[in-house]
């Protein structure tokens, strides 16, 4: 059975910031794509990043680029979320996820695709 667990989240100030950590156990770790997504009060879940199987490739939304940093580790089981400069709409609950039968090289940025999902970690971020 595959686990998915977030920590790291938290409050901050302005242009403090923070990094989000997820373990993924029970799986193929290696072989998943990585996600990370966010969802704030009444609204959908949007993309923010993910990382390829590989781990050689990542890929951004628009807002976050060149601030957030997503890796990952696989002898640990665990991906990262660098979050750097946070702005206050960047608060939100944070969810990390897996996507199981990854090409390789693949990037993927849909929700929908995923199939492991973590129970999430709040980011709250103050003026």
């Known amino acids: 059975q595959v686990q998915v667990v977030e920590s790291g989240g938290g409050l901050v100030q302005a242009g403090d910031s923070l990094r989000l950590s997820c373990v993924i156990s029970g799986g193929t770790f290696s072989r998943y794509a990585l996600g990370w997504f966010r969802q704030a009060p009444g609204e959908e879940r949007e993309f923010v990043a993910v990382i390829t199987a590989s781990g050689g490739g990542t890929w951004y939304t628009h807002s976050v680029k060149g601030r957030f940093t997503i890796s990952r580790d696989n002898p640990k089981n665990t991906v990262y979320l660098q979050m750097n400069n946070l702005k206050p709409e960047d608060s939100a609950v944070y969810y990390c996820?897996?996507?199981?039968?990854?090409?390789?090289?693949?990037?993927?940025?849909?929700?929908?695709?995923?199939?492991?999902w973590g129970q999430g970690t709040q980011v709250t971020v103050s003026l």
């Open positions: 996820a897996g996507k199981s039968n990854s090409y390789y090289y693949e990037i993927y940025q849909e929700k929908e695709l995923y199939n492991y």
